[in-house]
């Protein structure tokens, strides 16, 4: 596509639910990364996928956060028994191969995902 | 530990003039890096990279610079705009190829 879609736009749920928030990133972009913003922070890095290498999760804050990508392509970013303080905007990025010198790993947004853990 | 720093949470400045932020890092040694501008309610947009054995980069009104002896950018905006208000970003790579990013300052550019 365009531009990196990321949905939903807006989830509330009840705290103890599991949430899925899916990431499509540009076509041929093989590096995604999910970053995490909370109310008034700074972007916090969670997990970073590049081809076909083990994922980078060194950022995820626990084990109730998973991340999945099927294809190459699209991911999925998996809160299990949320907390109210899970409540954030979820970012997913993606950049072209980032070993390629002359792009300098310039990575390119999504909206977010706005979760709100009642 | 690694730190980056954006000196200034929030920065107003009167229209027309020109806007500086800094961004400090300790315990890096990058290779590039970059500033995006965040709006709110939006994700982070890039605006301009620059690399170790540059010491200056422009793009219309913006200009980069960065000392990595001092280990700093500086960004500026000249004649600045209230359309230019947004968070702006710097970041760096922080190994494996992920980007780590500071907090950010506000710019508010006061008509």
């Known amino acids: 596509g365009a531009g990196v879609s990321q949905s939903p736009s807006n989830k509330v749920t009840e705290k103890g639910k599991d949430v899925e928030l899916r990431c499509d990133p540009i076509?041929?972009?093989?590096?995604l990364y999910w970053y995490r913003q909370s109310l008034g922070q700074g972007l916090e890095f969670l997990i970073y996928?590049?081809?076909?290498?083990?994922?980078?999760k060194s950022g995820l804050p626990s084990d109730r956060f998973s991340a999945e990508r099927t294809g190459g392509s699209v991911s999925t970013l998996t809160i299990q028994r949320t907390q109210q303080e899970d409540s954030a905007v979820y970012l997913c990025?993606?950049?072209?191969?980032?070993?390629?010198?002359?792009?300098?790993?310039?990575?390119?947004f999504g909206e977010g995902s706005w979760l709100t853990v009642v | 530990s690694q730190k980056i720093e954006q000196n200034s949470e929030a920065l107003n400045i009167q229209e027309g003039k020109t806007a500086t932020l800094t961004c400090n890092y300790t315990?890096?040694?990058?290779?590039?890096l970059q500033w995006y501008r965040q709006d709110p309610g939006r994700g982070p947009v890039f605006l301009l990279l620059?690399?170790?054995?540059?010491k200056e980069k422009r793009k219309e009104r913006l200009k980069v610079t960065f000392d990595t002896t001092l280990k700093q950018s500086l960004f500026h905006i000249t004649a600045s705009q209230p359309a230019d208000s947004a968070t702006y970003l710097c970041?760096?790579?922080?190994?494996?190829?992920?980007?780590?990013f500071g907090k950010g300052t506000k710019l508010s550019v006061i008509p």
């Open positions: 990025a993606s950049s072209q191969n980032p070993r390629q010198p002359i792009s300098g790993n310039t990575i390119y």
């Open positions: 076509s041929g972009h093989t590096a």
């Open positions: 996928f590049q081809g076909n290498s083990a994922p980078d």
């Open positions: 315990n890096y040694s990058p290779a590039y």
């Open positions: 620059i690399r170790e054995n540059e």
């Open positions: 970041a760096l790579e922080a190994g494996s190829y992920q980007l780590t």
